[in-house]
């Protein structure tokens, strides 16, 4: 992977940083490539049980595509100009959502465009008290992308989202709490060490029956009661069938805490 993506695995943890502090983390092409191939590592790799996505700096998270890059390629007639969804935004987005593990943001300055798409992506979200988000797109003439369009109105709701994606704006950390963007907001100082914790306590928790959480909501939000409740009779077999939770059960009898495998 290229240095400007960090890619680091320590006791079941992978903790991916994106590492262009002095472009804001703005993503060229090289970035884009190195950011997919480290979260489909982290996804498809059984001794990673979380993932952390951060970046370095204090300015920004992520201020979505490089635009001096882009704008070469537009003059160059470059086909690889808009191929970018679908070459890297779309199977980053994928690896995130669906990976059967947790995946923690620590968004510790601006997230615009598509570095916002990769922060809804993630399952939690602790941001700094001097972030923000801005969806960006319509402001350079574009539609949404990075999943953008099936993230936000799922965790704001339709009517939020076509106000911030029609008029984009600043979204302070105050107000993304409020809207439901942040899970939590911390101290900028300790967004590193917050992050980590929350991170590393899901590191340490039951994968299988996070895994099954995850896709029960995802599937709950397109499908019907009926289906719904097929789909949770399924997951609830399988979580129920994980070395976990004969763990988790013998430890409540035994007013213990639970010390997990992953599996």
């Known amino acids: 992977m290229a240095d400007t993506v960090l890619y680091e695995v ?14 804001m983390n703005a993503l060229n092409i090289a970035t884009k490539v190195a950011l997919r191939e480290a979260v489909e590592s982290a996804a498809a790799d059984d001794a990673v049980r979380a993932v952390l996505l951060t970046a370095a700096g204090e300015r920004a ?11 070469g390629l537009l003059a ?20 995130l959502t669906e990976a059967a593990k947790p995946v923690v943001a620590a968004v510790n300055g601006v997230a ?6 990769f922060a809804l992506a993630a399952d939690y979200r602790v941001v700094a008290d001097t972030a923000s988000f801005n969806t960006s797109f319509a402001g350079v003439a574009l539609t949404a992308d990075s999943g953008v369009s099936w993230t936000l109105p799922r965790v704001i709701g339709p009517g939020r989202a ?11 950390a105050q107000e993304a709490y409020e809207l439901g963007i942040a899970n939590r907001v911390v101290p900028a100082e300790s967004l590193r060490a917050e992050a980590e914790k929350v991170a ?12 099954a959480l ?14 719904t409740l097929d789909k949770e009779d399924e997951l609830q077999t399988r979580a129920g069938a994980s070395e976990d939770h004969r763990i988790a059960v013998q430890a409540f009898v035994n007013k213990e805490k639970p010390k997990y495998l992953g599996r």
């Open 10 to 23: 320590s006791d079941g943890l992978a903790t991916i940083t994106l590492n262009r502090p002095e472009a």
């Open 162 to 172: 076509a106000d911030l994606l029609l008029f984009p704006r600043n979204i302070k």
């Open 200 to 211: 590393r306590a899901l590191a340490d928790g039951p994968t299988v029956a996070y895994a």
């Open 112 to 117: 615009a465009g598509a570095g916002f798409g």
């Open 61 to 71: 998270f992520c201020v979505g595509q490089d635009l001096k890059e882009h704008i």
């Open 76 to 95: 160059e007639g470059s086909g690889e100009v808009m191929s970018t969804v679908k070459e890297h935004y779309n199977p980053v987005v994928r690896a």
């Open 214 to 227: 995850k896709e029960a909501v995802a599937y709950g939000l397109s499908h019907s009661l009926a289906e």
